[in-house]
């Protein structure tokens, strides 16, 4: 029996934003001479709270650069730590890449490099790339990011458009030793997405960035779509001689961080089950199945017995049609809130591990049982919320956010619901 | 090992299928003493093979009338089983329709009726409510089957546009002792939705039937907004007297057929997993959660250890937006696949257990993980099929559609993912 609910998925929130925090989980991962000097360059929410653990843990002469988003900055001894905009890109951001640039572009095969990547480093890290500009870019972001296209997708278009990205930082660096550490905040983990793998091979191609473009009927500035068809703009591929001395670590995971919900939830004495780390698609209809589950665990025990928490990770979308606000979290949990309808038993949470969900101020929401009928004596409407995308106006009005400012790490989303015996 | 997947699979939709079938559901819940007269009527896909299976175990004289869908009929004995038209409703339904009403409008509380009752009997009893044309119900049936709503809501307008459903039925049969036999086709098997409930008490009203054709921008007759103003069209509410001699039982249930393919998957030594009976939601996207969770499995052995078979039903919809052909199983499917890529280990397979996926001639589909690289060798695009609605077009190309005519039941969508272990 829990005895409060809503408590204890905050702390499961909690334990899985601390498994992915840079000062639990990079020192590990440091090379075992840790005495020489070294460049530190690196993008993204977690890169001041990286930079900062690299710093409590290097022993060697450390300098460098790196780059996070506004209000996510920390201040380091020895590192420099400029703040830029997110998700869509601004001047300050393309000043830290040219200086970032500028800083490993001429070193040799005795310097070492580490470069600490995160999520929102392809924002953060903005260079467009010859003969386009920041507005250009700007602009096929905005419109990316309100056409429901997977995080995947953008990043493929970001790392044509870009003079850092899709291995060409590490070309920059190239002949030195250069170590990246990344913290993964997208489903399935790979390096060529994360950041948009500004130090790794890309196996996706300017003509796969058209496709999106057309996919999702983007209108690009002339510029864009003339430096998609030049072939300058193919990204580094596998086996380039530049990424020979370029080594990739992964130092946190969402399926780490849903691993430590999970055994918190075991030393409670209920069941966890992971469904996934990966889970994308429209928030609202992922919610429904995520619905029909906890409603089924409640009355069948099946797939898992109760008590138990259901939790599951990964990066849902929302296609905006409403003027309201809110993120995919939000979004995702107005939606359950309108299947579930106030079913006893089944209490949840959402929200994203770096703090902010979606551009709005709050990491997520909860809700319990008596959100329903909270909601209903408020007034409030879910389905109508819903319709407006005011997943954020909805749970303000109720006093149901979560507000925890940036975490300064990024594991992506966090999705946990509580699902007690059918007698309780 | 499973040595040949795709015939294992059709094994467990078989079970499902068999599992609802009257022929072994129905003779359970007849009263035990078997040698009175009783009046048969009924409405649904299983109509026939209900009536059927009433007649082989019934002892004493029975006649009667029910209606099936076209092509779903049998011959009986004493029994007259016509057809109508399934979705959308046309004369046959309605001539039928009216000669039930005739059939139970006299009787005294001395004669017994039999209503077989399953998924499609709302549509083939149809008796528009006065006032209301059978095209202008046709008009509103066929803009709610395009817009996206729930079979939930769909039953809803429809029991309030008829004068049969809603409890109408039973309230012609009192004082009658009336027993419906139910096979339920609906997520939360809710017996006034089941065949829109013609035999029971209904909480909705006609204020939330015109809610629905508003939230779906339906553009209704006036005919039709007229009667939903009109107090004469609320249904029968729940304590009516004219309740007093209805009994109603569930003989098949999606979750019954569900733990059927569970068991028949323990029996071979694999790991079942029953996500949920009643999985709503837009098709493309509760595959895609599908997808995540199967792919989950097979890298990490959550939530379930492989080998295993990830099992649900439910009912998912399609927000129709293109030209193709294909029912929400192939839909499903389709984005399956498309997610999938070609994803190692992981077969799957979805399909109506009526056997008629929409309006389609197959019953569902099925995919192994190299009908990505066959489709592309085919020169077929899951993403373009995707947008046109095409999944039946898809499938039929590849030939991996399943076709097993009516199957005279119908306990909703059922849907079997194939997990193998890694190395496998």
Redesign the interface.
């Known amino acids: 029996m829990v005895e409060h609910p809503k408590e204890f998925l905050l702390e499961l929130f909690n334990a899985a934003v601390e498994a992915a925090h840079p000062a639990q989980v990079l020192a590990e991962h440091l090379p075992q001479d840790r005495s020489g000097r070294a460049i530190v360059i690196g993008a993204g929410k977690a890169a001041a709270a990286m930079a900062k653990a690299l710093e409590e843990h290097w022993e060697g002469p450390l300098s460098g650069l790196v780059v996070t988003r506004y209000e996510h900055g920390l201040q380091c001894d020895l590192i420099e730590v400029l703040e830029a905009a997110h998700p869509v890109p601004d001047d300050a951001g393309r000043e830290v890449a040219e200086r970032i640039m500028g800083l490993v572009s001429s070193l040799s095969a005795e310097d070492t490099v580490f470069c600490l990547l995160s999520g929102g480093g392809s924002s953060l890290l903005s260079l467009p790339a010859e003969g386009i500009s920041l507005a250009d870019k700007q602009q096929v972001n905005r419109a990316l990011l309100k056409s429901g296209a997977a995080i995947s997708e953008m990043n493929c278009v970001r790392k044509h458009l870009s003079a850092i990205k899709g291995g060409r930082l590490a070309k920059a660096c190239w002949p030195a030793q250069l170590h990246t550490f990344a913290i993964s905040d997208v ?1 399935g983990d790979d390096p060529s997405v994360i950041a948009s793998g500004p130090t790794v091979a890309d196996p996706t191609t300017s003509s796969d960035a058209l496709g999106i473009l057309c ?1 999702y009927q983007i209108d690009a500035p002339a510029s864009v779509t003339e430096w998609l068809n030049n072939p300058a703009s193919e990204t580094v591929k596998p086996h380039d001689p530049v990424l020979e001395n370029s080594h990739f670590t992964l130092i946190a995971t969402p ?1 780490q961080s849903l691993e430590a919900a999970a055994a918190l939830v075991r030393s409670k004495g209920l069941t966890p ?10 928030s609202r ?2 919610a ?3 619905a ?2 906890a ?2 665990a409640r009355k ?1 025990r ?3 017995g109760t008590p138990c928490v259901i939790i599951s990770g ?1 990066e849902t979308s929302v296609t905006v049609k409403g003027n309201g606000r809110g993120g995919r979290n939000a979004e995702f949990l107005l939606s359950l809130a309108n ?1 579930l309808k106030g079913e006893q038993g089944i209490y949840a949470l959402a929200a994203d591990t770096d703090g902010i969900d979606g551009s709005e101020t709050n990491a997520g929401c909860w809700l319990t049982p008596d959100t329903w009928s909270r909601a209903e004596q408020l007034g409030l409407n879910a ?1 109508a919320s819903l319709e407006d995308n005011d997943g954020f106006g909805f749970f303000e009005a109720l006093g149901q956010l979560i507000v925890t400012g940036p975490t300064r790490t990024n594991v992506n989303d966090f999705r946990a619901i509580l699902i007690l015996n059918e007698d309780q």
Not at 273 to 282: A, N, P, W, Y
């Open positions: 489903p996919k399926q089950m992971v469904l996934s780390d990966s889970i994308e698609g429209e209809e992922v429904k199945v995520h029909a589950i409603v089924h069948y099946q797939p898992v990964g299947t389905e």
